[in-house]
T-cell receptor, first 114, second 120 residues
Framework: KAGVTQTPRYLIKTRGQQVTLSCSPI?????VSWYQQTPGQGLQFLFEYFSETQRNKGNFPGRFSGRQFSNSRSEMNVSTLELGDSALYLCASRWTSGGLGGQFFGPGTRLTVL | AQTVTQSQPEMSVQEAETVTLSCTYD???????LFWYKQPPSRQMILVIR??????QNATENRFSVNFQKAAKSFSLKISDSQLGDAAMYFCAYRSRTEGSGGGADGLTFGKGTHLIIQP
């Protein structure tokens, strides 16, 4: 089975712009979660989608949004980029929401905001 | 809200020896899940081992095992026969068993990580 894929792998944007990141989960996985990783704050949960519905959300401003499509692929959007949004954005998928099932992570998208 | 603490920013061990990484957490819940993830220089997060809080038996996966002390809220990872490929950042993580119990944030809560160095 192919793993979780994320595109693009690297991205450079300027302040004020918006960006869309994409995540394709493992085939059959219906839950997709997004995390932000920075040296200062570490790994922080952004949100989780399951069957096209946002199930859970972390403590991030409304500039961060996402969606999930019927094929379970997910996109994350950040509007009005700030310097502090520079981070590694990780996507993770699971077969279902909740439960012991571990999340399988993608390689991440490295976003740099100038 | 739950918190996860990894008190060792960096650990070093000789190849073939055993090392234990510490993790403590704070929660008011009685049922939850705990995980250890490995992040090598490639940045790909890899699930190492997982534990259900209501199970007393410590989880094991080959050379990796945990010491789960629920009363002490401790979840340490033991790596036996350390190999060069074990060098990575190791993250301890917590997830609520009950959805919606975390104030709307029920994804994984991670510790800050422990950088494990393997000396050849």
């Amino acid at each position: 089975k192919a793993g979780v894929t994320q595109t693009p792998r690297y991205l450079i944007k300027t302040r004020g712009q918006q960006v869309t990141l994409s995540c394709s989960p493992i085939s059959g996985h219906r839950s997709v979660s997004w995390y932000q990783q920075t040296p200062g704050q570490g790994l922080q949960f952004l949100f989780e989608y399951f069957s096209e519905t946002q199930r859970n959300k972390g403590n991030f401003p409304g500039r961060f949004s996402g969606r999930q499509f019927s094929n379970s692929r997910s996109e994350m959007n950040v509007s009005t980029l700030e310097l502090g949004d520079s981070a590694l954005y990780l996507c993770a998928s699971r077969w279902t929401s909740g439960g012991l099932g571990g999340q399988f992570f993608g390689p991440g998208t490295r976003l740099t905001v100038l | 809200a739950q918190t996860v603490t990894q008190s060792q920013p960096e650990m070093s061990v000789q190849e073939a020896e055993t090392v234990t990484l510490s993790c403590t957490y704070d929660t008011s819940e009685s049922d939850y899940y705990l995980f250890w993830y490995k992040q090598p220089p490639s940045r790909q997060m890899i699930l190492v081992i997982r534990q259900e809080a209501y199970k007393q038996q410590n989880a094991t996966e080959n050379r990796f095992s945990v010491n789960f002390q629920k009363a002490a809220k401790s979840f340490s990872l033991k790596i036996s026969d350390s190999q060069l490929g074990d060098a990575a950042m190791y993250f301890c993580a917590y997830r609520s068993r009950t959805e919606g119990s975390g104030g709307g944030a029920d994804g994984l809560t991670f510790g800050k990580g422990t950088h494990l160095i393997i000396q050849p």
